[in-house]
């Protein structure tokens, strides 16, 4: 009973430890954020191509610092297309801006 309880105690121990660091990675990865911008925007432009930065920066709005990715969208019209830029924190995965180029 106590070799058992060593040895699930020595199993969960190495497994925080190896999962620790990943389990505290809080960041949205690129690939999801600009799916998650891609859904927002759909609802209103059909989207014809995108892009996303994958090493994140660090901007300033308002006084306060966010670390963001940079992309862009492609979305088209009647009137042909249009090209958007895009920051999103890396953090929520909110959209923080839209622009058009």
Known sequence: MVKRFVSGLAIGLAAGYLLGPTLKNDKVS??????QVKKAVSQKYAISG???HMIPE???RNNLSYTVYRGGLSTTTEEGTSQYEFLVDTKSGTLL?????
């Not at 690129?30 to 799916?35: I, S, V």
């Open 97 to 101: 801006d839209l622009q058009s180029t």
């Open 58 to 60: 660090t901007i300033e």
């Open 30 to 35: 690129p690939e999801r954020a600009l799916k």
């Open 50 to 52: 995108s892009w996303i």
